[in-house]
């Protein structure tokens, strides 16, 4: 069989993970090489089929956990960058950091992008898991999609209407989360083309402004993946609701979109600050937990191990989690 160095130039071994996470965790990838273009994701993914290696892609390295043990197996870390307009449009590698997408909607007179201000992640990891907030979500503007279908290395052109967008969901997003889940997906974002409307750069600017305040006052600074669990939906925990609104002045807000925000549940049981190891809950947010320093993936889980228990105790919900774990599990080559 090949050697992969021969296959794939410019890949590297055993390079430690936690400097390409937002969370600052994580072990070495057995193999693990950078991406600067589409044909280069392409060549990469078509090298880690070859060697029956699993892969796992990743952009700004938000919003996933990656185990202590680190990846057995090809990360693969995206530097795709080029961004342009097109009237209205405009068309992004799915490496672009959401901060330079926005600057560059506002700077061209668009807006419907500013509230992706201040989220650390990628575009394509945005379209991935749907990302939203303040109310929306990266499906409203999505207009079509460029991606290699994983399983004959094609490259397919998707129309937002095809990408089954819900929330945190889409055709992209395994709908198992497990070690071998990133081999299963059907399809890899190479880039998008975004639907925007002719705005107004001040008003844009102030919008930004307002929301970097608002996140400011609400989310972590220090290492995080971001939100931890998804909200659960007040359709099918009525009474926990009720039970909890009578609390917040925010709660016809949620009544509204229909979700019970998962800080709330966290918090209503005391674990704000609550520390594991290097782990903590944000003491502002339940929904966040950081890297209060030197945490581990296993500090993390047990966190999140506990927040499951309380809440499904005293709730009677299991919480889902909205980060992808990365490298746990018996994988083997």
Same mark, same amino acid.
């Given at each position: 069989?090949?050697? @992969? #160095?021969?296959? =794939?130039? $410019? /890949?590297?071994?055993? +390079?430690?993970?936690?400097?390409?996470?937002?969370?600052? &965790?994580? %072990?070495?990838?057995?193999?693990?090489?950078?991406?600067?273009?589409?044909?280069?994701?392409?060549?990469?993914?078509?090298?880690?089929?070859?060697?029956?290696?699993?892969?796992?892609?990743?952009?700004?390295?938000?919003?996933?956990?990656?185990?202590?043990?680190?990846?057995?197996?090809?990360?693969?870390?995206?530097?795709?960058?080029?961004?342009?307009?097109?009237?209205?449009?405009?068309?992004?590698?799915?490496?672009?950091?959401?901060?330079?997408?926005?600057?560059?909607? @506002? #700077?061209?007179? =668009?807006? $419907? /992008?500013?509230?992706? +201000?201040?989220?650390?992640?990628?575009?394509?990891?945005? &379209?991935? %898991?749907?990302?939203?907030?303040?109310?929306?979500?990266?499906?409203?503007?999505?207009?079509?999609?460029?991606?290699?279908?994983?399983?004959?290395?094609?490259?397919?052109?998707?129309?937002?209407?095809?990408?089954?967008?819900?929330?945190?969901?889409?055709?992209?997003?395994?709908?198992?989360?497990?070690?071998?889940?990133?081999?299963?997906?059907?399809?890899?974002?190479?880039?998008?083309?975004?639907?925007?409307?002719?705005?107004?750069?001040?008003?844009?600017?102030?919008?930004? #402004?307002?929301? =970097?305040?608002?996140?400011?006052?609400?989310?972590?600074?220090?290492?995080?993946?971001?939100?931890?669990?998804?909200?659960?939906?007040?359709?099918?925990?009525?009474?926990?609701?009720?039970?909890?609104?009578?609390?917040?002045?925010?709660?016809?807000?949620?009544?509204?979109?229909?979700?019970?925000?998962?800080?709330?549940?966290?918090?209503?049981?005391?674990?704000?600050?609550?520390?594991?190891?290097?782990?903590?809950?944000?003491?502002?947010?339940?929904?966040?937990?950081?890297?209060?320093?030197?945490?581990?993936?296993?500090?993390?889980?047990?966190?999140?191990?506990?927040?499951?228990?309380?809440?499904?105790?005293?709730?009677?919900?299991?919480?889902?989690?909205?980060?992808?774990?990365?490298?746990?599990?018996?994988?083997?080559?």
């Amino acid at each position: 069989m090949a050697d @992969i #160095k021969t296959l =794939l130039n $410019g /890949v590297q071994e055993n +390079i430690p993970l936690a400097p390409y996470t937002t969370f600052k &965790i994580g %072990g070495p990838a057995r193999y693990f090489y950078i991406a600067k273009s589409a044909e280069d994701v392409k060549k990469a993914v078509g090298v880690a089929k070859e060697l029956k290696l699993l892969y796992y892609i990743i952009g700004n390295g938000s919003n996933i956990l990656v185990s202590d043990q680190g990846f057995n197996g090809l990360v693969i870390k995206l530097q795709t960058t080029n961004c342009k307009l097109q009237t209205n449009n405009i068309v992004c590698d799915s490496g672009v950091i959401l901060g330079k997408l926005v600057n560059e909607a @506002i #700077k061209n007179g =668009l807006t $419907g /992008v500013e509230w992706m +201000i201040g989220i650390p992640g990628t575009l394509g990891g945005a &379209i991935y %898991g749907n990302a939203g907030a303040f109310g929306h979500t990266i499906s409203e503007s999505v207009e079509s999609i460029e991606a290699i279908d994983a399983g004959n290395l094609s490259v397919k052109n998707l129309s937002g209407d095809e990408c089954g967008f819900g929330y945190r969901r889409s055709i992209f997003k395994p709908k198992a989360d497990h070690p071998r889940a990133d081999k299963e997906k059907k399809y890899i974002i190479l880039k998008a083309v975004l639907k925007l409307e002719k705005g107004n750069e001040g008003k844009s600017r102030e919008l930004v #402004k307002n929301y =970097l305040k608002k996140r400011k006052s609400r989310f972590p600074l220090g290492p995080s993946a971001g939100s931890v669990f998804k909200n659960p939906l007040i359709s099918e925990n009525q009474k926990a609701f009720e039970r909890l609104a009578k609390k917040y002045s925010e709660a016809e807000q949620f009544r509204v979109n229909g979700k019970i925000p998962a800080g709330w549940l966290i918090e209503e049981y005391g674990l704000l600050g609550k520390k594991i190891g290097g782990a903590m809950i944000f003491k502002e947010h339940g929904n966040f937990i950081v890297n209060a320093g030197g945490a581990t993936s296993e500090d993390v889980i047990m966190l999140i191990c506990l927040i499951k228990e309380k809440i499904r105790v005293n709730f009677g919900i299991q919480m889902e989690e909205e980060i992808q774990y990365v490298g746990f599990g018996e994988v083997k080559s």
